[in-house]
């Protein structure tokens, strides 16, 4: 789970990079802290390769620096994807128009609660909009950037827009793949869906997007920044959601209640059981 405004996490945050500058420091390595104001964890740069990307290093979009691009982005005119509604193209609903259920998740493609989400719980979902079960409305925001410094949840937004222009069926595999276990990036590691070379190497392993130049070159051009954008402002519309993954059936949260938040079902069949308690038959 990853909170918006939370004390606990933070605290948690700078305990796990504490506990990394102590293993760094065994091994001789040199380390240093890069701390940026009003930022909720500190990164590492660790020599020998394995510096972490920051706030900077963004590269969607040809000309400037990642923080120039994406300030640009904000104000710019959204390109909505095909396969979108609603003002800006920021709705986006996946499924049978006609299914009387409606499943909405808030999720960040850097948050690990919602990595831990989409692998135990993701072909679930995906296995119940086929079905008719629900359609699912996905509102996905880019807060963890601020919070962990980068541009990656911003970047990999943008990179899921050119794939919802392919077909619904290509963002929810592509968001499968950027959440899986092998390519999710580690949250105290590099920002690596900064790197579009990256989120193109993940998109090879879905096959309407492997190797279809349209879809590469608009991660490259950063068609979808804008939209990325204003995908992230309609997010932070929803002022009740406080934590990432968020899952509301029929407007009802799923999960157990904690003193950080809601936490999403970590199983499918936890997820399926509140989904039959919650249903409209």
């Given at each position: 789970?990853?909170?918006?405004?939370?004390?606990?996490?933070?605290?948690?945050?700078?305990?796990?990079?504490?506990?990394?500058?102590?293993?760094?420091?065994?091994?001789?390595?040199?380390?240093?802290?890069?701390?940026?104001?009003?930022?909720?964890?500190?990164?590492?740069?660790?020599?020998?390769?394995?510096?972490?990307?920051?706030?900077?290093?963004?590269?969607?979009?040809?000309?400037?620096?990642?923080?120039?691009?994406?300030?640009?982005?904000?104000?710019?005119?959204?390109?909505?994807?095909?396969?979108?509604?609603?003002?800006?193209?920021?709705?986006?609903?996946?499924?049978k128009?006609d299914a009387?259920?409606?499943?909405?998740?808030?999720?960040?493609?850097?948050c690990?609660?919602?990595?831990?989400?989409?692998q135990?719980?993701?072909?679930t979902?995906?296995?119940?909009?086929?079905?008719?079960?629900?359609?699912?409305?996905?509102?996905?925001?880019?807060?963890?950037?601020?919070?962990?410094?980068?541009?990656?949840?911003?970047?990999?937004?943008?990179?899921?827009?050119?794939?919802?222009?392919?077909?619904?069926?290509?963002?929810?595999?592509?968001?499968?793949?950027?959440?899986?276990?092998?390519?999710?990036?580690?949250?105290?590691?590099?920002?690596?869906?900064?790197?579009?070379?990256?989120?193109?190497?993940v998109?090879?392993?879905?096959?309407?997007?492997?190797?279809?130049?349209?879809?590469?070159?608009?991660?490259?051009?950063?068609?979808?920044?804008?939209?990325?954008?204003?995908?992230?402002?309609?997010?932070?519309?929803?002022?009740?959601?406080?934590?990432?993954?968020?899952?509301?059936?029929?407007?009802?949260?799923?999960?157990?209640?904690?003193?950080?938040?809601?936490?999403?079902?970590?199983?499918?069949?936890?997820?399926?059981?509140?989904?039959?308690?919650?249903?409209?038959?």
């Open positions: 789970m990853s909170n918006r405004n939370s004390q606990a996490n933070k605290q948690a945050a700078r305990e796990r990079l504490r506990a990394e500058r102590e293993r760094q420091a065994k091994k001789e390595l040199t380390r240093r802290q890069l701390i940026v104001a009003g930022s909720v964890v500190a990164v590492l740069a660790v020599a020998g390769g394995i510096g972490l990307a920051v706030a900077n290093s963004g590269d969607s979009g040809s000309g400037g620096s990642g923080a120039d691009v994406w300030a640009k982005a904000a104000k710019a005119k959204p390109v909505p994807p095909a396969n979108t509604s609603g003002p800006n193209g920021t709705t986006v609903v996946v499924g128009s009387k259920n409606s499943l909405e998740l808030f999720e960040d493609p850097r690990p609660g919602c990595a831990a989400f989409e135990n719980v993701g072909a979902v995906e296995k119940d909009i086929s079905a008719g079960t629900y359609k699912a409305t996905y509102h996905l925001g880019t807060f963890l950037d601020n919070n962990l410094q980068g541009t990656g949840s911003k970047n990999a937004l943008s990179a899921l827009g050119a794939a919802l222009n392919v077909s619904p069926d290509a963002f929810l595999k592509y968001k499968y793949a950027l959440y899986s276990k092998e390519f999710h990036p580690d949250e105290t590691g590099p920002d690596k869906f900064a790197d579009d070379s990256y989120l193109i190497k998109a090879d392993t879905v096959p309407a997007l492997k190797g279809n130049a349209a879809f590469q070159k608009a991660v490259k051009d950063g068609t979808y920044n804008a939209w990325a954008m204003a995908m992230s402002k309609e997010f932070d519309s929803h002022k009740d959601v406080h934590s990432t993954p968020t899952i509301k059936l029929n407007g009802k949260v799923l999960g157990t209640e904690t003193a950080q938040g809601p936490v999403a079902p970590s199983s499918a069949a936890d997820f399926s059981a509140q989904v039959e308690k919650n249903l409209k038959k």
